[in-house]
């Protein structure tokens, strides 16, 4: 499985765009990049996943570059009710034992 | 549909005893999966099940059971509680991947469990 490095932390204020990285530089040609969302005393929450390009929903962006070596999740026009822990993960499609680890994701805060 | 329904939400126990977490999905998913979370630690990964019958150790099975009891339910079990054990767990289940896609884990709201 590939491993992913993601920022521990990160502060921002309430209206700008944050973005976190992830580095996943073990990935595999069947590996797939997602992210999940939790807020406190909740289980995760699946917001994104992509493959390669830009993917966007109503929640965020993700975008993943040409060797796929790292992705950014996008969080546009932040509020306080963002703050939450943004796990990025590395999912193996196909994978007929269908082990899913998280890591220890990053922790947003917003500002007002 | 209620998704995944994680029981009980809170318990106490004191060491030594014994524990059996319950966890049901009604989204006719395949995999299910146990998972504990510590302060700063992330989740990590104790047991799951990739298909009714079949179980497989995650990056922290000892001291935990587990089984997958048919394709909706799938329990873990504490046999001697210890105070290491102290965390809130979390279940979720996945439909397969298939060929082209991923198909995201859906969570349970928590178990708070504290070992005395």
């Known amino acids: 499985l590939a491993k992913t490095t993601q920022p521990i932390s990160m502060d921002s204020y309430e209206g700008q765009e944050v973005n976190i990285t992830c580095s996943h530089n073990?990935?595999?040609?069947?590996?797939?990049i997602t992210w999940y969302q939790q807020f406190p005393s909740q289980g995760p929450r699946f917001i994104i996943q992509?493959?390669?390009t830009k993917v966007t929903n109503e929640v965020a962006s993700l975008f993943i570059p040409a060797d796929r070596k790292s992705s950014t999740l996008s969080l546009p026009r932040v509020s306080l009710s963002d703050t939450a822990v943004y796990y990025c993960l590395v999912v193996p499609v196909m994978n007929r034992d269908d082990k899913i680890i998280f890591g220890k994701g990053t922790r947003l805060h917003i500002l007002p | 549909n209620a998704g995944v329904t994680q029981t009980p939400k809170f318990q106490v126990l004191k060491t030594g005893q014994s524990m059996t977490l319950q966890c049901a999905q009604d989204?006719?998913?395949?995999?299910m999966y146990w998972y504990r979370q510590d302060p700063g630690m992330g989740l990590r990964l104790i047991y799951y099940?990739?298909?009714?019958?079949?179980?497989d150790k995650g990056e922290v099975p000892n001291g935990y059971n587990v089984s997958r009891l048919n394709k909706r339910e799938f329990s873990l079990r504490l046999e001697s509680a210890a105070p290491s054990q102290t965390s809130v767990y979390f279940c979720?289940?996945?439909?397969?991947?298939?060929?082209?896609?991923?198909?995201?884990?859906?969570f349970g709201d928590g178990t708070r469990l504290s070992i005395l």
């Open positions: 989204m006719n998913h395949n995999s």
């Open positions: 099940s990739a298909s009714e019958g079949t179980t």
């Open positions: 992509g493959y390669k």
């Open positions: 073990n990935i595999a040609t069947n590996d797939y």
């Open positions: 979720a289940s996945r439909k397969s991947a298939t060929r082209n896609s991923n198909q995201p884990q859906h």
